[in-house]
């Protein structure tokens, strides 16, 4: 009997485990960045201009924060315009940036996207392959 007890607490911990990185996930806003298809190269020169697209989804029921909030941060890339964001789903958000590669010391090229609210916000970033200076 006592063997039974002791496997229902463990079974009781585990599901308090699992349910606990499952609500940490639900928390947070997913951020993707994709390159759009007509612009995608393997390796980029410094003066490429690209098109990005964002996808951001709210994987909590009501975000604290408005779509626009969201935040952009580049290395190396200059954001030169972008489209009005999107609701493409309900809770999933889409945008298109088009940036331009510039000249860096250390050759890194990076765009990030931040949102912060009491939810844990978000975070997503991309990185391109660059033409290394010399």
Do not use: N
């Not at 951020?31 to 098109?51: M, N, P, R, T």
């Amino acid at each position: 009997m006592k063997s039974i007890g002791l496997l229902s607490k463990s079974f009781l911990l585990a599901g308090l485990i699992l349910m606990f990185f499952s609500l940490s996930q639900v928390m947070a806003c997913e951020i993707e960045f994709e390159v759009e298809k007509s612009s995608k190269k393997e390796v980029y020169d410094v003066g490429d201009k690209l098109v990005i697209k964002v996808k951001v989804t709210f994987t909590h029921r009501v975000c604290t924060i408005g779509i626009k909030q969201t935040e952009f941060e580049g290395k190396g890339l200059k954001i030169l315009t972008a489209t009005d964001w999107k609701e493409t789903s309900h809770g999933v958000w889409e945008r298109k940036l088009k940036v331009k590669v510039e000249e860096t010391k250390k050759g890194e090229h990076s765009l990030s996207a931040t949102r912060t609210c009491d939810k844990m916000g978000g975070f997503g970033s991309i990185t391109l392959k660059t033409v290394t200076p010399e």
